[in-house]
């Protein structure tokens, strides 16, 4: 059935489906007699993943993408079945007996490490679900995870199915071009234009408009969405999380959470914020004082607020370097920097890019490629494109994996499929989408995961593309966003839209001058929601609203008051719970990782394949920490980081 005849009825009859065939290999994969192997027990296991992959595939992704309302609450309670399923999986004890049985045979003391990795993978994962606890408790710690993937879910789509936003006169947009004033909808009621939380509306808004009370209305909006729908189920989900780790004997989520992370638990992840708070505060204090000194001038206040940040920034590059956002997204037409980008992957990667006409999507808006392996022209993965903003999408930008890489039992090879799901510029009648540069950053930091997903050559699902370290996986997106501040790059690609002049060079230096222009405050920000994510998973007991109110504390500007922005903090339910500090510290290595690219040409064919072969091709089926050392031929390093920001800081 194609994505655009799919009904709820249809989606709840095909996960069942997807469920029963899995359903059916775990009961074989359980009912060997005989000697267990690889083949029996750990394979059929990944291939488990494999059809949870594909249920995700035609169901339950369409509860952030497809454009009936109906359609997407049906996917999501698809969702809410498939986790539902893989938790119950993991606490099975007959699966724990197979897999701890065969995990005492011979053939497992001798596997390849790909194989043994995954062997040591799975115990753990069984060993997380409380197969070595005792039965009561073992059954609350089901119980309590099955409750927290509700709320995950809902969690989620709340924030998703948010509408809101600024209604407003054509007076009220002074200081907005005509075209983005074009671009936005009208309000039918009023008449009005509708500013909406949509970031291609949201944030050239909050940069670029003067009227102070109406950011300070925006960013109100923004940072109260579902508020009252998703306070109840964070604070319950950060209750239950809090339980299983004590069921486990652990201090906190944080301590149960990194485990399995690079950082290896919360006392190393404090370190790395101590290491570098000090020097950015200190930059970020004479950002701030740099940016009052222009609120004064202009208001004769004195105290900056969260909704004066991006503007000054603005106006700082507008009158400090030259540089407007909107001129020059001018230069940068969504079409020419996909075709930029595609040139420079291609050279470096050793790929080459196909858009396929003749597939079956959800939204006439979607485009789908296909990548090829330049040397031998063999098809090797494909990927969608969902680019623009719409009623009841996901609304910010990610990287979906839907169909996972693996060696199938025929002994063929199932290359990967995956969405990009993202939120730019809307095309008008007049202009085509017009990427304002930090839409572009978007860009190429989304791409880095196509690229980690779709590179990936592992033979086992398990460790397909970005199923690696989760405090690693956002530095192969991160180094993207390099080539996107490098000059001769950016020639290559950067356009104008009217004329098809290249950007002037005088304007590339102009925005490159003023690349780390506010970034002491930029990343006190990230540390800020870094430390609420690690505070709220530190202990029992925690009072979310007062450790929301300090964290603004680090970011040194002040509270918004009336606003709870967990809330509407859509990775707190996503995954990252006690580890969104995973961004900052991947693009530690990210930093790193471009550090050989600069040593040895940004753009050096040598060097894209040696990262494509060490770190992409990889998967997860290595530490990251050694595919950092076997790709940089050395430990990895801070100083990359540090010095591009202009400060020190400690290992």
Same mark, same amino acid.
């Given at each position: 059935?194609?994505?655009?005849?799919?009904?709820?009825?249809?989606?709840?009859?095909?996960?069942?489906?997807?469920?029963?065939?899995?359903?059916?290999?775990?009961?074989?994969?359980?009912?060997?007699?005989?000697?267990?192997?690889?083949?029996?027990?750990?394979?059929?296991?990944?291939?488990?993943?494999?059809?949870?992959?594909?249920?995700?595939?035609?169901?339950?992704?369409?509860?952030?993408?497809?454009?009936?309302?109906?359609? !997407?609450?049906? /996917?999501?309670?698809?969702?809410?079945?498939?986790?539902?399923?893989?938790?119950?999986?993991?606490?099975?004890?007959?699966?724990?007996?197979?897999?701890?049985?065969?995990?005492?045979?011979?053939?497992?003391?001798?596997?390849?490490?790909?194989?043994?990795?995954?062997?040591? *993978?799975?115990? +753990?994962?069984?060993?997380?679900?409380?197969?070595?606890?005792?039965?009561?408790?073992?059954?609350?710690?089901?119980?309590?995870?099955?409750?927290?993937?509700?709320?995950?879910?809902?969690?989620?789509?709340?924030?998703?199915?948010?509408? %809101?936003?600024?209604?407003?006169?054509?007076?009220?947009?002074?200081?907005?071009?005509?075209?983005?004033?074009?671009?936005?909808?009208?309000?039918?009621?009023?008449?009005?234009?509708?500013? $909406?939380?949509?970031?291609?509306?949201?944030?050239?808004?909050?940069?670029?408009?003067?009227?102070?009370?109406?950011?300070?209305?925006?960013?109100?909006?923004?940072?109260?969405?579902?508020?009252?729908?998703?306070?109840?189920?964070?604070?319950? /989900?950060?209750?239950?999380? &809090?339980?299983?780790?004590?069921?486990?004997?652990?201090?906190?989520?944080?301590?149960?959470?990194?485990?399995?992370?690079?950082?290896?638990?919360?006392? +190393?992840? *404090?370190?790395?914020?101590?290491?570098?708070?000090?020097?950015?505060?200190? !930059?970020?204090?004479?950002?701030?004082?740099?940016?009052?000194?222009?609120?004064?001038? =202009?208001?004769?206040?004195?105290?900056?607020?969260?909704?004066?940040?991006?503007?000054?920034?603005?106006?700082?590059?507008?009158?400090?370097?030259?540089?407007?956002?909107?001129?020059?997204?001018? @230069?940068?037409?969504?079409?020419?920097?996909? =075709?930029?980008?595609?040139?420079?992957?291609?050279?470096?990667?050793?790929?080459?890019? !196909?858009?396929?006409?003749?597939?079956?999507?959800?939204?006439?808006?979607?485009?789908?490629?296909?990548?090829? %392996?330049?040397?031998?022209?063999?098809?090797?993965?494909?990927?969608?494109?969902?680019?623009?903003?719409?009623?009841?999408?996901?609304?910010?930008?990610?990287?979906?994996?839907?169909?996972?890489? !693996?060696?199938?039992? %025929?002994?063929?090879?199932?290359?990967?499929?995956?969405?990009?799901?993202?939120?730019?510029?809307?095309?008008?009648?007049?202009?085509?989408?017009?990427? &304002?540069?930090?839409?572009?950053?978007?860009?190429?930091?989304?791409?880095?995961?196509?690229?980690?997903?779709?590179?990936?050559?592992?033979?086992?699902?398990?460790?397909?593309?970005?199923?690696?370290?989760?405090?690693?996986?956002?530095?192969?997106?991160?180094?993207?966003?390099?080539?996107?501040?490098?000059?001769?790059?950016?020639?290559?690609?950067?356009?104008?839209?009217?004329?098809?002049?290249?950007?002037?060079?005088?304007?590339?230096?102009?925005?490159?001058?003023?690349? =780390?222009?506010? *970034?002491?405050?930029? @990343?006190?920000?990230?540390?800020?929601?870094?430390?609420?994510?690690?505070?709220?998973?530190?202990?029992?007991?925690?009072?979310?609203?007062?450790?929301?109110?300090?964290?603004?504390?680090?970011?040194?500007?002040?509270?918004?008051?009336?606003?709870?922005?967990?809330?509407?903090?859509?990775?707190?339910?996503?995954?990252?719970?006690?580890?969104? @500090?995973?961004?900052?510290?991947?693009?530690?290595?990210?930093?790193?990782?471009?550090? *050989?690219?600069?040593?040895?040409?940004?753009?050096?064919?040598?060097?894209?394949?040696? @990262? +494509?072969?060490?770190?992409?091709?990889?998967?997860? $089926?290595?530490?990251?920490?050694?595919?950092?050392?076997?790709?940089?031929?050395?430990?990895?390093?801070?100083?990359?980081?540090?010095?591009?920001?202009?400060?020190?800081?400690?290992?």
């Amino acid at each position: 059935m194609s994505f655009s005849e799919l009904t709820p009825e249809s989606i709840e009859t095909g996960i069942s489906t997807r469920l029963e065939e899995a359903e059916s290999v775990l009961t074989e994969l359980i009912s060997v007699e005989g000697e267990r192997s690889f083949s029996n027990t750990m394979r059929p296991l990944d291939k488990i993943n494999d059809i949870l992959g594909f249920a995700n595939y035609e169901f339950c992704f369409m509860g952030y993408v497809h454009p009936d309302k109906e359609v !997407r609450t049906a /996917a999501k309670l698809a969702e809410e079945k498939r986790q539902k399923w893989a938790s119950e999986m993991v606490f099975r004890d007959d699966l724990y007996a197979a897999v701890k049985n065969y995990s005492s045979t011979d053939e497992a003391a001798g596997l390849s490490a790909e194989e043994a990795r995954y062997l040591e *993978k799975t115990l +753990r994962d069984l060993r997380n679900a409380g197969h070595e606890l005792d039965s009561e408790t073992k059954d609350f710690v089901k119980e309590k995870t099955l409750r927290l993937n509700e709320l995950e879910v809902q969690f989620q789509q709340n924030i998703d199915e948010w509408e %809101d936003g600024l209604l407003v006169t054509r007076d009220d947009l002074e200081g907005m071009p005509d075209a983005w004033i074009d671009s936005l909808s009208i309000d039918e009621e009023t008449g009005k234009y509708k500013v $909406s939380l949509d970031y291609p509306e949201m944030i050239p808004f909050l940069e670029n408009s003067p009227r102070r009370d109406l950011r300070e209305e925006l960013r109100f909006k923004n940072s109260t969405a579902a508020v009252e729908a998703n306070t109840p189920l964070l604070e319950e /989900a950060v209750a239950i999380r &809090q339980e299983i780790a004590e069921a486990f004997g652990m201090q906190s989520w944080s301590d149960y959470r990194l485990q399995d992370r690079m950082a290896g638990g919360p006392k +190393r992840v *404090k370190e790395f914020y101590a290491g570098v708070r000090p020097g950015l505060t200190e !930059r970020a204090t004479e950002e701030i004082a740099a940016m009052t000194k222009l609120l004064e001038a =202009d208001t004769g206040d004195t105290q900056l607020q969260g909704w004066d940040f991006a503007y000054y920034d603005t106006q700082q590059r507008k009158t400090d370097y030259g540089v407007d956002n909107f001129e020059v997204a001018k @230069y940068l037409p969504l079409d020419g920097v996909l =075709d930029g980008m595609f040139d420079l992957t291609s050279e470096m990667f050793g790929i080459t890019y !196909r858009e396929l006409d003749d597939f079956d999507a959800w939204h006439e808006d979607v485009r789908f490629f296909a990548i090829d %392996d330049a040397e031998t022209g063999e098809e090797i993965s494909r990927f969608y494109l969902d680019l623009f903003p719409r009623e009841g999408k996901f609304g910010h930008a990610a990287e979906f994996p839907l169909i996972p890489s !693996r060696r199938l039992e %025929d002994g063929t090879y199932q290359n990967p499929v995956c969405a990009m799901v993202c939120n730019f510029t809307k095309p008008t009648a007049d202009a085509p989408s017009l990427l &304002q540069h930090s839409e572009v950053e978007t860009f190429f930091h989304e791409f880095g995961h196509v690229l980690h997903q779709n590179l990936g050559r592992t033979e086992l699902a398990a460790f397909s593309g970005t199923n690696t370290e989760r405090d690693f996986v956002e530095a192969p997106s991160q180094i993207m966003e390099n080539w996107t501040w490098d000059a001769n790059v950016l020639r290559r690609f950067a356009r104008h839209y009217e004329t098809g002049e290249p950007i002037p060079g005088e304007l590339v230096d102009q925005m490159i001058a003023a690349r =780390d222009l506010n *970034k002491g405050r930029f @990343y006190l920000g990230q540390m800020t929601y870094g430390w609420w994510d690690q505070e709220m998973h530190s202990g029992p007991d925690r009072d979310l609203q007062a450790i929301h109110d300090k964290g603004f504390e680090i970011g040194l500007l002040p509270l918004h008051e009336g606003t709870f922005t967990l809330a509407s903090f859509g990775h707190l339910m996503g995954g990252y719970d006690s580890a969104y @500090y995973g961004y900052m510290w991947s693009e530690v290595f990210g930093a790193d990782m471009y550090s *050989k690219f600069e040593e040895m040409g940004n753009t050096n064919p040598e060097v894209g394949m040696l @990262y +494509r072969k060490e770190i992409l091709e990889r998967g997860g $089926s290595l530490d990251a920490d050694d595919m950092l050392v076997n790709f940089l031929g050395r430990e990895p390093s801070n100083e990359a980081f540090l010095a591009k920001l202009g400060i020190s800081g400690t290992e």
